[in-house]
């Protein structure tokens, strides 16, 4: 996790979502109506087991099969939004290495 802090100002890297592919574990959040009023955002766990362009096959452990578009993905062990609202996005412009 913490290849994914930058040296420079000590802010979070985004995530390299370019590289994911089929193997990769990754995480996503999906969001369901639980009533008319009420919505319900859960963070899912899966491994991609198809890629289409930008279109990724992701199967969760118990739940089925979902299909997420690339940039709404993150790959497991990346910091998750809750860590760039606490620390900051780093904007010095370097990608994350992997
Ligand atoms: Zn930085």
Known sequence: MSNYQCEACGKYKAADVSKIGVGDKVNFGVVTK?????IRLSIKE?????VDG???TIKVKRGGTYKQRRGSVTPEGAPGALTYALFGRCDCGEEAKS
């Open 34 to 38: 639980s009533s008319s009023l009420t």
């Open 54 to 56: 930008d279109i990724l």
């Open 46 to 50: 899966g491994e991609v087991t198809e």
